[in-house]
C-alpha cells in the first residue's frame, strides 16, 4: 500500500533533496501526508479559453492557447529578462521572466501547444504576462479543466522555482499514485450520519475540486473532521484531568489578605476587579484545580487580582508564584508588589535570569523549605531546578508569551498541579478561547479603573516632524514623559537596530535640553535596568525604546507614545505599546506615524487604531483582517495549533456543532473502548503521536 506518511516528498518525481530542503524548512513538509495537508487558499476558474485579441491589461488572471514563435534574452545587467513571443492566430503576447532563465532556455519548444495562465499587464504599450504558468496542452489535463489550486509559497520557494504551479504539479504526481482509497479517519457512522465525503475523494477534490460543489462537500469534510479531533481531544483531556487530580482547597480568606485590604489596599476595587475575585475565590475553594484566563484591557487592574489571589494562596499555607514574559516586567512586578506589601510580613523574592550564583542559591534554598512566600520572576522559574516547598497557586502574566507546553511544564512542579491564573491584555475572541482553550474558564475585567482619560490616537506622515517634535516640547514642559517606539524584528534585526540607533541620534539632537534613555532588547540586562530606571525615576524625559516595553510597563506619567513606523506592527502589538499611556490622571496621546505609501490592510489597522480604544472590537478587527491562520502570535500565543483547513472565524458554527458531537462521544464512551469509536481513539492518538502541539497540551 501507498504509505504517506513515511513516504518523503523528495522522492517524488521532479522535486528531489534541494527543493525538498526548501519545503521541510519553509512550510514544515516532509512527508507525501504534510504535502497533501497543504491546502490551496483559493481556486482560479480555468474553464474558459481567451483568444490573444481579447486581452487587456485590466483582466485578472486569463489563460490562453497556442505556441512559441521565439524567445530572446533583452536587457542587461539586473534588467536581463528573458522574452518569449506567443501567439495563438489571433495576435501575439510576450512573456517575461526576470529569473531563472537558464533553467527556460530550450525548455519550450516552438512545434508544440501550450497552455498559459498569468496576469496581464501592459509594458510600454505592450500587452505581456510576467512569470506565466505554462502546461503542455498534450498534459494539461488532469488540472486545467475548471477550477485549479492556488496554492500559498514564500519568498525563499519562489527563488527555488517552488512557485504555486510548481507545488500543483507536486499534487497531481501524489494524487496519481494514489490508486486505492486512503484509510478513513472518520468512522463510519458519523460519516454517514452527516453525509460527509470520504477522505481520499474529499482530499482530491480540495486540491482539484471536479466543480465547485464538490469542493464545498471536500472541505466541509475536512474542516469537520480537523475540528472535530481538536474538540474531542481537548474534551477528552479536561475530563481526565478533572477526574485524576483534585485542587487544593483555599476555604479561608485569612489575616493577610484582610490586613491587605484593610490597611494597604490604595483604592476601591473596581465593581469587575470585585467580581473576578469572587470567581476566583469560589473556584479555588471549590475542591477542583483551577485553570483559569483573566482577561482584561491594559491599565484595567490585572496585577491588582493576581496578589489578591496570591494572597489567598498565602492564607491557607501555600507558596505562590508570578511569572512574566520579560524581565523588565518581572523586575516591575517586583516592585510594585513589594511596595503594595510594606509593612507586612510576607516573604517575596525576584528570580530572573540575571539573579546568579550566592543569592540564587540562597532564593532557591528558602524556595524549598518553604520560607519564601511569593516568587515572582520570568520563564526561568519554571526551569528544573527550582523547587518549592508547596506550590498551590501559579500565576502567569500577559501568556501571549507563554505556550501552553510551559504551561503544562508547570503543573509537574508538584505531585498536584496548583491552581493556575493566566493574565492576558489581548482578549481572545470567544471562538477561538473555545477552540484552545477548552480546558481554561474565562473571566473578564471590563472596566478601567476611574478617572482615566481616553487617549488620543493621531496618524501623522513622517515629513510633519517638526511639529510633532513641538507637540512634545510642549508635553515634555509639563511636566510628562514621552515614549518613542521603534520596530525590532528579527529578520530585519540589524538594519532595524541601525534604524533605531539613528532615531536615537536624531531625538538627542533635537532636544539637546531633555536627558534621552534607550531601552531594547539586546542590551544587557543591567544596562537595560538602569536605562528603565533613568525613565521610572523620571530623570529621563524620553525613552526610546523597542517593543520590549510593549508588555506591562507601567510609568503613568508617561503620557504620550511616538510609533514609528507603525505600519510595520500588528493590530494588537500597536494596542499593546498603546497601552502604555493612559495610565495617569493626564490626557494621553499615541502618535503613529507612517510614510505615505500604505497599503490598504495597513490603512485599515491605522484606521481602526485612531477610531477606538476597545481592546475587544480590536481583537476582533484583528482577527477579520489577518485571519487566524497568522492571529498575532499564534505561535508565541500557547495557541496550539496551526489550523490546515478551517478558518475560527467563518466555521465558528460547524466548530460549535463539533464540539457537541465531541462531547457526547466523550460522555458515552468514557472508558474509550466501544468498538464503534475505535476508528476516532485510533486517529486522535496518531495526531497526538504526529503533532508536536497536541502532544503540549497533555
Ligand atoms: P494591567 O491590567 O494592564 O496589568 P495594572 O495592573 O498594571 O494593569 O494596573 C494599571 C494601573 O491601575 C496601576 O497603576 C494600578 O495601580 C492601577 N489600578 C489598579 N486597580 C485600580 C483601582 N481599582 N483603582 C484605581 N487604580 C487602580
Ligand atoms: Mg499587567
Known amino acids: 500500500m501507498f504509505d504517506l506518511t513515511t513516504s518523503d516528498i523528495k522522492y517524488i518525481t521532479g522535486v528531489g533533496p534541494h527543493k525538498a530542503a526548501v519545503l521541510n524548512k519553509e512550510l514544515n513538509i516532509f512527508s507525501l501526508y504534510d504535502l497533501i495537508y497543504y491546502f490551496p487558499y483559493r481556486y482560479v476558474d480555468r474553464s474558459h479559453i481567451f483568444s490573444i485579441s481579447e486581452i487587456d491589461g485590466d483582466m485578472p488572471y486569463i489563460q490562453i492557447q497556442g505556441h512559441f514563435m521565439g524567445m530572446e534574452i533583452m536587457g542587461e545587467g539586473r534588467k536581463t529578462r528573458m522574452v518569449a513571443h506567443f501567439t495563438d492566430g489571433t495576435g501575439i503576447i510576450d512573456l517575461i521572466w526576470f529569473s531563472g532563465l537558464k533553467y527556460l532556455t530550450n525548455r519550450y519548444k516552438l512545434n508544440e501547444e501550450y497552455i498559459v495562465f498569468g496576469k496581464p499587464t501592459v509594458f510600454n504599450g505592450h500587452v505581456n504576462i510576467v512569470h506565466p504558468d505554462i502546461d503542455r496542452v498534450s498534459e494539461a489535463q488532469l488540472t486545467v479543466v475548471g477550477l485549479r489550486p492556488q496554492y500559498h509559497t514564500t519568498e525563499k520557494m519562489k527563488k527555488s522555482f517552488l512557485t504555486s504551479h510548481v507545488v500543483e504539479k507536486m499534487m497531481a504526481v501524489v494524487f496519481a499514485g494514489i490508486k486505492t482509497p486512503l484509510t478513513e479517519t472518520l468512522s463510519p457512522a458519523l460519516i454517514s450520519k452527516y453525509q460527509l465525503m470520504s477522505l481520499t475523494d474529499a482530499l482530491r477534490n480540495a486540491h482539484f475540486p471536479e466543480n465547485s460543489e464538490k469542493l464545498r462537500q471536500a472541505q466541509y469534510r475536512l474542516k469537520f473532521e480537523e475540528l472535530f479531533y481538536i474538540q474531542l481531544n481537548i474534551i477528552r483531556y479536561v475530563k481526565n484531568r478533572k477526574s485524576k487530580f483534585c485542587g487544593y482547597v483555599f476555604s479561608r480568606v485569612?489575616?493577610?489578605?484582610?490586613?491587605?485590604?484593610?490597611?494597604?489596599?490604595?483604592?476601591?476595587?473596581?465593581?469587575?476587579?470585585?467580581?473576578?475575585?469572587?470567581?476566583?475565590?469560589?473556584?479555588?475553594?471549590?475542591?477542583?484545580?483551577?485553570?483559569?484566563?483573566?482577561?482584561?484591557?491594559?491599565?484595567?487592574?490585572?496585577?491588582?487580582?493576581?496578589?489578591?489571589?496570591?494572597?489567598?494562596?498565602?492564607?491557607?499555607?501555600?507558596?505562590?508564584?508570578?511569572?512574566?514574559?520579560?524581565?523588565?516586567?518581572?523586575?516591575?512586578?517586583?516592585?510594585?508588589?513589594?511596595?503594595?506589601?510594606?509593612g507586612m510580613n510576607v516573604h517575596v523574592e525576584l528570580l530572573t535570569g540575571s539573579v546568579r550564583g550566592?543569592?540564587?542559591?540562597?532564593?532557591?534554598?528558602?524556595?524549598?523549605?518553604?520560607?519564601?512566600?511569593?516568587?515572582?520572576?520570568?520563564?526561568?522559574?519554571?526551569e528544573n531546578p527550582v523547587s518549592f516547598l508547596n506550590l498551590g497557586l501559579a500565576v502567569i502574566d500577559e501568556q501571549h508569551r507563554f505556550g501552553v507546553a510551559q504551561r503544562s511544564r508547570l503543573w509537574k512542579k508538584n505531585e498536584q498541579p496548583p491552581h493556575v491564573l493566566v493574565m492576558t491584555a489581548t482578549p481572545i475572541p470567544r471562538t477561538l478561547a473555545m477552540t484552545f482553550y477548552g480546558d481554561l474558564d474565562i473571566s473578564v475585567i471590563d472596566e478601567l479603573p476611574p478617572g482615566r482619560k481616553p487617549i488620543t490616537t493621531i496618524h501623522q506622515y513622517d515629513n510633519r516632524q517638526s511639529g510633532l517634535y513641538d507637540f512634545i516640547r510642549k508635553q515634555i514642559h509639563q511636566g510628562r514623559q514621552v515614549y518613542f517606539v521603534y520596530p525590532l524584528i528579527e529578520e530585519s534585526e540589524k538594519s532595524d537596530l541601525k534604524n533605531l540607533e539613528n532615531g536615537y541620534q536624531t531625538i538627542c539632537n533635537s532636544f539637546p535640553e531633555f536627558r534621552v534613555c534607550k531601552v531594547h532588547g539586546k542590551m544587557k540586562s543591567a544596562e537595560k535596568d538602569k536605562q528603565m530606571q533613568l525613565f521610572t525615576s523620571g530623570q529621563a524625559q524620553i525613552m526610546v525604546a523597542t517593543t520590549v516595553i510593549e508588555v506591562g510597563v507601567n510609568v503613568p506619567n508617561a503620557s504620550v507614545m511616538i510609533i514609528e513606523d507603525a505600519n510595520r506592527f500588528g493590530l494588537s502589538q500597536l494596542h499593546q505599546l498603546r497601552g502604555r499611556v493612559g495610565r495617569g490622571a493626564d490626557q494621553s496621546y499615541c502618535v503613529l506615524v507612517t510614510g505615505y505609501e500604505l497599503s490598504e490592510e495597513t490603512r485599515k489597522r491605522i484606521d481602526i487604531m485612531v477610531r477606538t480604544n476597545d481592546g475587544f472590537e480590536i481583537a476582533e478587527a484583528d482577527l477579520k483582517l489577518r485571519g487566524p491562520g497568522d492571529l498575532e502570535g499564534t505561535q508565541q500565543s500557547g495557541i496550539a495549533f496551526d489550523l490546515k483547513i478551517a478558518n475560527i472565524t467563518r466555521d465558528g458554527q460547524l466548530l460549535s456543532f463539533v464540539r457537541d458531537i465531541a462531547q457526547k462521544i466523550v460522555d458515552d464512551d468514557p472508558n474509550e473502548n466501544r468498538p464503534e469509536y475505535e476508528i476516532l481513539w485510533r486517529q486522535l492518538s496518531v495526531l497526538r503521536k504526529s503533532n508536536l502541539n497536541w502532544s503540549a497540551i497533555s
Open 254 to 342: 485569612g489575616k493577610i489578605f484582610n490586613t491587605f485590604y484593610k490597611d494597604n489596599l490604595p483604592f476601591e476595587l473596581t465593581n469587575a476587579q470585585k467580581r473576578v475575585m469572587k470567581e476566583i475565590r469560589k473556584d479555588m475553594g471549590s475542591g477542583r484545580q483551577m485553570n483559569r484566563l483573566l482577561q482584561g484591557d491594559v491599565g484595567s487592574g490585572k496585577t491588582l487580582v493576581a496578589l489578591l489571589s496570591m494572597l489567598i494562596a498565602l492564607d491557607n499555607g501555600y507558596q505562590t508564584c508570578l511569572m512574566a514574559p520579560t524581565e523588565i516586567l518581572a523586575n516591575q512586578h517586583f516592585e510594585t508588589i513589594t511596595k503594595l506589601l510594606s
Open 358 to 382: 550566592k543569592k540564587r542559591a540562597e532564593i532557591l534554598d528558602a524556595l524549598i523549605r518553604g520560607e519564601v512566600n511569593i516568587l515572582i520572576g520570568t520563564h526561568a522559574i519554571i
